[in-house]
Protein backbone atom coordinates (compact mmCIF):
# COMPACT_ATOMS: atom_id res chain seq x y z
CA UNK A 1 0.00 0.00 0.00
CA UNK A 2 0.96 3.38 -1.17
CA UNK A 3 -0.47 6.60 0.77
CA UNK A 4 -0.41 10.08 -1.51
CA UNK A 5 -2.18 13.11 -1.13
CA UNK A 6 -3.72 14.91 -3.77
CA UNK A 7 -3.58 18.64 -2.53
CA UNK A 8 -6.43 21.17 -3.68
CA UNK A 9 -7.29 24.61 -2.49
CA UNK A 10 -10.09 23.92 -0.35
CA UNK A 11 -8.34 20.25 1.02
CA UNK A 12 -5.70 18.06 0.95
CA UNK A 13 -7.12 14.56 -0.12
CA UNK A 14 -5.43 11.88 1.52
CA UNK A 15 -5.83 8.34 -0.27
CA UNK A 16 -4.08 4.77 -0.21
CA UNK A 17 -3.29 2.67 -3.55
CA UNK A 18 -3.27 -0.94 -2.84
CA UNK A 19 -1.57 -2.37 -6.27
CA UNK A 20 -0.11 -1.33 -8.82
CA UNK A 21 -1.41 2.06 -10.75
CA UNK A 22 -1.46 1.39 -13.89
CA UNK A 23 -3.25 -1.81 -13.27
CA UNK A 24 -1.43 -5.11 -14.14
CA UNK A 25 -4.60 -6.41 -15.87
CA UNK A 26 -5.35 -3.52 -17.76
CA UNK A 27 -8.74 -3.61 -15.44
CA UNK A 28 -10.25 0.07 -14.43
CA UNK A 29 -9.03 0.68 -10.68
CA UNK A 30 -11.41 -0.07 -7.98
CA UNK A 31 -12.04 2.83 -5.86
CA UNK A 32 -13.72 2.21 -2.65
CA UNK A 33 -16.08 5.44 -0.91
CA UNK A 34 -17.28 5.40 2.54
CA UNK A 35 -19.31 8.04 4.79
CA UNK A 36 -18.70 9.01 7.51
CA UNK A 37 -15.56 6.49 7.01
CA UNK A 38 -12.18 6.63 7.04
CA UNK A 39 -10.27 4.26 4.20
CA UNK A 40 -9.02 2.17 6.99
CA UNK A 41 -12.66 0.49 7.01
CA UNK A 42 -12.29 -1.00 3.34
CA UNK A 43 -8.97 -2.56 4.84
CA UNK A 44 -10.51 -5.95 5.26
CA UNK A 45 -12.44 -6.50 1.85
CA UNK A 46 -9.68 -4.99 0.26
CA UNK A 47 -7.82 -8.06 1.63
CA UNK A 48 -9.94 -10.47 0.20
CA UNK A 49 -9.44 -9.12 -3.47
CA UNK A 50 -5.75 -9.27 -4.00
CA UNK A 51 -6.09 -9.46 -7.92
CA UNK A 52 -7.26 -5.88 -7.56
CA UNK A 53 -6.02 -2.40 -7.79
CA UNK A 54 -7.72 -0.74 -4.86
CA UNK A 55 -7.90 2.41 -3.97
CA UNK A 56 -9.19 3.71 -0.74
CA UNK A 57 -9.19 7.22 1.16
CA UNK A 58 -10.45 9.42 4.06
CA UNK A 59 -13.24 11.71 2.74
CA UNK A 60 -12.80 15.62 3.55
CA UNK A 61 -12.20 16.72 7.20
CA UNK A 62 -12.39 13.02 8.19
CA UNK A 63 -9.46 11.29 9.18
CA UNK A 64 -6.06 12.20 7.39
CA UNK A 65 -7.93 14.63 5.02
CA UNK A 66 -7.61 17.93 6.37
CA UNK A 67 -9.78 20.45 5.05
CA UNK A 68 -9.12 24.18 4.07
CA UNK A 69 -12.51 25.20 3.25
CA UNK A 70 -13.73 26.51 6.40
CA UNK A 71 -17.29 23.99 6.57
CA UNK A 72 -17.69 20.25 8.60
CA UNK A 73 -20.63 19.26 6.66
CA UNK A 74 -20.87 16.38 4.45
CA UNK A 75 -22.17 17.28 1.23
CA UNK A 76 -22.46 14.81 -1.55
CA UNK A 77 -22.03 17.31 -4.26
CA UNK A 78 -19.08 18.40 -2.73
CA UNK A 79 -18.23 14.90 -2.19
CA UNK A 80 -17.84 13.84 -5.79
CA UNK A 81 -15.77 16.96 -7.21
CA UNK A 82 -13.08 15.68 -4.31
CA UNK A 83 -13.77 12.45 -5.67
CA UNK A 84 -13.82 13.86 -9.50
CA UNK A 85 -10.53 15.57 -8.97
CA UNK A 86 -8.78 12.18 -7.82
CA UNK A 87 -10.08 9.61 -11.06
CA UNK A 88 -8.37 12.22 -12.90
CA UNK A 89 -5.61 12.09 -11.19
CA UNK A 90 -4.92 8.68 -10.82
CA UNK A 91 -6.18 8.74 -14.47
CA UNK A 92 -9.65 7.71 -14.32
CA UNK A 93 -12.11 6.08 -15.39
CA UNK A 94 -12.21 3.76 -12.55
CA UNK A 95 -15.07 0.96 -10.77
CA UNK A 96 -16.63 2.23 -7.57
CA UNK A 97 -17.81 0.44 -4.87
CA UNK A 98 -19.84 2.95 -2.53
CA UNK A 99 -21.40 1.78 1.04
CA UNK A 100 -23.72 3.99 3.09
CA UNK A 101 -22.76 7.60 2.51
CA UNK A 102 -20.28 7.20 0.44
CA UNK A 103 -23.12 4.86 -2.19
CA UNK A 104 -24.78 8.14 -2.07
CA UNK A 105 -21.41 10.19 -3.10
CA UNK A 106 -20.90 7.87 -5.65
CA UNK A 107 -24.46 8.50 -6.96
CA UNK A 108 -23.56 12.25 -6.75
CA UNK A 109 -20.26 11.76 -9.00
CA UNK A 110 -22.08 9.42 -12.16
CA UNK A 111 -24.65 12.01 -12.08
CA UNK A 112 -21.70 14.69 -12.42
CA UNK A 113 -18.85 12.98 -14.46
CA UNK A 114 -20.37 10.14 -15.54
CA UNK A 115 -17.16 9.13 -17.81
CA UNK A 116 -15.22 8.70 -14.38
CA UNK A 117 -16.96 5.79 -13.33
CA UNK A 118 -17.36 2.03 -15.74
CA UNK A 119 -19.83 1.02 -12.88
CA UNK A 120 -20.64 1.73 -9.47
CA UNK A 121 -21.86 -0.57 -7.10
CA UNK A 122 -24.16 1.51 -4.46
CA UNK A 123 -24.73 -0.59 -1.58
CA UNK A 124 -27.38 0.88 0.49
CA UNK A 125 -27.30 4.55 0.07
CA UNK A 126 -29.72 6.08 3.07
CA UNK A 127 -31.74 8.47 0.58
CA UNK A 128 -34.69 9.53 2.98
CA UNK A 129 -36.48 11.62 0.09
CA UNK A 130 -36.65 8.45 -1.75
CA UNK A 131 -38.92 6.51 0.61
CA UNK A 132 -42.72 7.69 0.86
CA UNK A 133 -42.26 7.50 4.48
CA UNK A 134 -39.83 10.15 4.13
CA UNK A 135 -41.20 13.33 6.30
CA UNK A 136 -41.71 10.47 9.22
CA UNK A 137 -37.81 9.58 8.48
CA UNK A 138 -36.71 12.94 8.73
CA UNK A 139 -38.45 13.10 12.12
CA UNK A 140 -36.55 9.79 13.13
CA UNK A 141 -33.32 11.33 12.48
CA UNK A 142 -34.18 14.34 14.23
CA UNK A 143 -35.03 11.57 17.59
CA UNK A 144 -31.60 10.74 17.45
CA UNK A 145 -29.60 14.14 17.12
CA UNK A 146 -31.69 15.71 19.76
CA UNK A 147 -31.14 12.12 21.75
CA UNK A 148 -27.24 13.08 21.20
CA UNK A 149 -27.80 16.87 22.06
CA UNK A 150 -29.63 16.12 25.38
CA UNK A 151 -26.84 13.28 26.70
CA UNK A 152 -23.79 12.28 24.41
CA UNK A 153 -22.90 9.71 22.28
CA UNK A 154 -24.03 6.76 23.92
CA UNK A 155 -27.94 8.24 24.15
CA UNK A 156 -27.25 9.32 20.42
CA UNK A 157 -25.79 5.89 18.80
CA UNK A 158 -28.60 4.22 20.45
CA UNK A 159 -30.99 6.07 19.14
CA UNK A 160 -29.68 5.75 15.74
CA UNK A 161 -29.35 2.08 16.14
CA UNK A 162 -32.81 2.02 17.25
CA UNK A 163 -34.07 3.56 14.10
CA UNK A 164 -31.65 2.50 11.70
CA UNK A 165 -32.65 -1.73 13.00
CA UNK A 166 -36.74 -0.22 12.82
CA UNK A 167 -38.43 -2.88 10.48
CA UNK A 168 -41.07 -0.78 7.48
CA UNK A 169 -42.24 2.73 7.68
CA UNK A 170 -41.72 5.11 10.60
CA UNK A 171 -44.98 4.88 12.05
CA UNK A 172 -46.83 6.20 14.91
CA UNK A 173 -45.59 3.11 16.74
CA UNK A 174 -42.07 3.73 15.78
CA UNK A 175 -42.40 7.10 17.88
CA UNK A 176 -44.18 5.82 20.66
CA UNK A 177 -41.20 3.44 21.86
CA UNK A 178 -38.96 4.53 25.39
CA UNK A 179 -35.77 5.92 24.74
CA UNK A 180 -33.71 3.17 24.23
CA UNK A 181 -30.83 2.52 27.00
CA UNK A 182 -27.31 2.76 25.80
CA UNK A 183 -26.09 -0.26 27.81
CA UNK A 184 -28.58 -2.57 25.54
CA UNK A 185 -26.09 -1.82 22.48
CA UNK A 186 -23.22 -1.66 24.52
CA UNK A 187 -22.78 2.30 24.37
CA UNK A 188 -21.45 3.95 27.20
CA UNK A 189 -23.96 5.73 29.34
CA UNK A 190 -21.40 8.71 30.95
CA UNK A 191 -21.60 11.96 29.01
CA UNK A 192 -18.20 12.83 27.61
CA UNK A 193 -19.34 16.17 26.62
CA UNK A 194 -18.47 15.98 22.87
CA UNK A 195 -20.70 17.28 20.14
CA UNK A 196 -18.94 17.04 17.28
CA UNK A 197 -19.26 13.46 16.37
CA UNK A 198 -20.03 12.98 12.02
CA UNK A 199 -22.67 10.52 12.30
CA UNK A 200 -24.55 12.03 15.15
CA UNK A 201 -24.60 15.47 14.62
CA UNK A 202 -26.20 17.55 11.40
CA UNK A 203 -22.87 17.35 9.56
CA UNK A 204 -24.12 14.11 7.48
CA UNK A 205 -27.71 15.28 7.02
CA UNK A 206 -26.94 16.97 3.69
CA UNK A 207 -25.99 12.79 2.65
CA UNK A 208 -29.57 11.49 4.05
CA UNK A 209 -31.71 14.67 2.35
CA UNK A 210 -29.50 14.24 -0.78
CA UNK A 211 -32.30 13.72 -3.50
CA UNK A 212 -29.92 11.83 -6.71
CA UNK A 213 -30.92 12.74 -10.11
CA UNK A 214 -32.22 10.28 -11.72
CA UNK A 215 -32.83 11.26 -14.96
CA UNK A 216 -28.91 12.20 -14.83
CA UNK A 217 -28.44 8.52 -13.54
CA UNK A 218 -30.81 6.61 -16.31
CA UNK A 219 -28.79 8.56 -19.41
CA UNK A 220 -25.04 7.79 -17.49
CA UNK A 221 -22.86 5.71 -19.79
CA UNK A 222 -22.09 4.00 -16.19
CA UNK A 223 -23.51 0.91 -15.30
CA UNK A 224 -25.55 1.76 -12.00
CA UNK A 225 -25.87 -1.08 -9.42
CA UNK A 226 -27.70 -0.64 -6.23
CA UNK A 227 -26.77 -2.96 -3.58
CA UNK A 228 -28.33 -4.68 -0.73
CA UNK A 229 -27.91 -7.04 2.25
CA UNK A 230 -29.76 -9.64 2.90
CA UNK A 231 -29.68 -9.21 6.20
CA UNK A 232 -31.15 -5.62 5.88
CA UNK A 233 -34.56 -6.55 4.68
CA UNK A 234 -37.37 -3.87 5.99
CA UNK A 235 -34.86 -1.29 7.54
CA UNK A 236 -34.25 1.86 6.79
CA UNK A 237 -31.05 1.66 4.36
CA UNK A 238 -32.85 -1.29 2.28
CA UNK A 239 -35.55 0.23 1.81
CA UNK A 240 -34.21 3.46 0.68
CA UNK A 241 -31.46 1.58 -1.68
CA UNK A 242 -34.62 -0.57 -3.16
CA UNK A 243 -36.64 3.00 -3.86
CA UNK A 244 -33.51 4.25 -5.88
CA UNK A 245 -33.23 0.86 -7.74
CA UNK A 246 -36.83 1.26 -8.53
CA UNK A 247 -36.50 4.51 -9.76
CA UNK A 248 -33.49 4.00 -11.87
CA UNK A 249 -35.74 0.89 -13.16
CA UNK A 250 -33.53 -1.68 -11.94
CA UNK A 251 -33.53 -4.72 -9.69
CA UNK A 252 -31.68 -4.31 -5.84
CA UNK A 253 -28.26 -6.60 -6.23
CA UNK A 254 -28.18 -8.96 -3.22
CA UNK A 255 -25.20 -8.59 -0.94
CA UNK A 256 -24.13 -11.24 1.85
CA UNK A 257 -24.67 -10.15 5.73
CA UNK A 258 -26.17 -6.17 6.62
CA UNK A 259 -25.41 -2.51 6.49
CA UNK A 260 -21.48 -3.17 7.16
CA UNK A 261 -21.16 -6.68 5.49
CA UNK A 262 -17.74 -5.71 4.53
CA UNK A 263 -16.35 -5.42 7.83
CA UNK A 264 -13.99 -7.47 9.56
CA UNK A 265 -14.65 -7.94 13.50
CA UNK A 266 -11.73 -4.72 14.27
CA UNK A 267 -15.14 -2.85 14.85
CA UNK A 268 -17.31 -4.46 16.78
CA UNK A 269 -19.96 -4.70 14.12
CA UNK A 270 -18.12 -7.79 11.91
CA UNK A 271 -19.81 -9.02 8.53
CA UNK A 272 -19.27 -11.70 6.45
CA UNK A 273 -16.33 -9.99 4.18
CA UNK A 274 -14.70 -12.89 2.64
CA UNK A 275 -18.06 -13.50 1.13
CA UNK A 276 -18.87 -9.97 0.14
CA UNK A 277 -15.70 -10.10 -2.05
CA UNK A 278 -16.89 -12.76 -3.82
CA UNK A 279 -20.01 -11.20 -4.45
CA UNK A 280 -18.75 -7.93 -5.43
CA UNK A 281 -16.19 -9.64 -8.08
CA UNK A 282 -19.04 -11.34 -9.08
CA UNK A 283 -20.94 -7.84 -10.26
CA UNK A 284 -17.99 -6.17 -11.05
CA UNK A 285 -17.59 -8.73 -13.89
Known sequence: METLTLATPEVDLVYDVHGPLPTADGRPPLLMIGQPMEAGGFYTLVSHLPDRTVITYDPRGLGRSTRKDGRDDCDPVVQAEDLHRLVEHVGGPVEVFGSSGGAVAGLALVAAHPADVVTLVAHEPPLSPMLPDAEAADRARAGFFEAYQAKGFGAGMAAFIAMTSWQGE??????AQPTPDPAMFG???ED???RDDVLLSQRSWAVSSYRPDIEA???ASTRVLIAVGEESAGTYTARTAEATAEALGVPP???PSHHGGFLGG????AGKPEEF?????????
Open 217 to 219: LKA
Open 187 to 189: MPT
Open 170 to 175: FTDAYF
Open 277 to 285: AVRLQEVLA
Open 253 to 255: VVF
Open 266 to 269: EFGY
Open 192 to 194: DGN
